[in-house]
Nanobody, 125 residues
Framework: QVQLVESGGGLVQTGGSLRLSCVAS????????MGWFRQAPGKEREFVAI????????YNADSLKGRFTISRDNAKNTVYLQMNSLMPEDTAVYYC??????????????????WGQGTQVTVSS
């Protein structure tokens, strides 16, 4: 069992930056691939990025490359999402999720085993 708690969301102006954190409970954190998703009102949950268990491999949504960076610190049971050059269309609830294997369809939410409760990010124009 893995429990996930996100933090770091808030209100930011266009062009600003935020760093989201997701702290996991459970000794198995370092064996899971970790992902970030986001969901805007009235839209489906959207894949943002994933990182493998060691942090050596990452994969981002094409539309977000160059602005969003995923990383992890297994000693702290934490995964991060650094978001730069934020735009109003980045406004959404951001979720972290744990996946047992860094394989398969990593972009599909139903491939993930555990989810956090989400943190709101609002970008003002």
């Amino acid at each position: 069992q893995v429990q996930l708690v996100e933090s770091g969301g808030g209100l930011v102006q266009t062009g600003g930056s935020l760093r989201l954190s997701c702290v996991a409970s459970g000794r198995a954190f370092s064996t899971y691939a970790m992902g970030w998703f986001r969901q805007a009102p009235g839209k489906e949950r959207e894949f943002v990025a994933i990182i493998n268990w060691s942090g050596s491999t990452t994969y981002n949504a094409d539309s977000l490359k160059g602005r969003f960076t995923i990383s992890r610190d297994n000693a702290k049971n934490t995964v991060y999402l650094q978001m730069n050059s934020l735009m109003p269309e980045d406004t959404a609830v951001y979720y972290c999720a744990a996946k047992r294997m860094y394989s398969g369809s990593v972009r599909r939410p139903n491939e993930y085993d555990y989810w956090g409760q989400g943190t709101q990010v609002t970008v003002s124009s």
